[in-house]
């Protein structure tokens, strides 16, 4: 971790144990403390753009999972990651 982000957490979890807290929770305060609301935004639009185009398989994996955490609401469950993840391959 950066000396950035090993502060956060050290008062995150001054304040409220994390182990109550769910993923949701966590990634909405990581997000505000490290995300302006315009970069989540830019971001969520990346992702709903997003297609392979001349990436490998492994490379599309990878930034699709990236940029699929600020679209979770796009993505509610495992299997919509999945169709949506395969209906942009090639």
Same mark, same amino acid.
């Given at each position: %971790?950066?000396?950035?982000?090993?502060?956060?957490?050290?008062?995150?979890?001054?304040?409220?144990?994390?182990?109550?807290?769910?993923?949701?929770? !966590?990634?909405?305060?990581?997000?505000?403390?490290? !995300?302006?609301?315009?970069?989540?935004?830019?971001?969520?639009?990346?992702?709903?753009? !997003?297609?392979?185009?001349? %990436?490998?398989?492994?490379?599309?994996?990878?930034?699709?999972?990236?940029?699929?955490?600020?679209?979770?609401?796009?993505?509610?469950?495992?299997?919509? %990651?999945?169709?949506?993840?395969?209906?942009?391959?090639?």
């Amino acid at each position: %971790m950066t000396n950035r982000a090993q502060s956060w957490w050290e008062v995150i979890q001054s304040k409220r144990d994390p182990r109550t807290w769910t993923w949701s929770e !966590f990634k909405r305060q990581f997000e505000m403390q490290f !995300f302006s609301s315009y970069q989540c935004s830019i971001n969520e639009q990346e992702f709903l753009a !997003f297609k392979q185009g001349d %990436m490998s398989v492994l490379e599309y994996e990878r930034r699709f999972h990236d940029l699929s955490l600020f679209a979770s609401q796009f993505i509610a469950t495992k299997q919509h %990651m999945i169709d949506r993840l395969r209906d942009e391959l090639h």
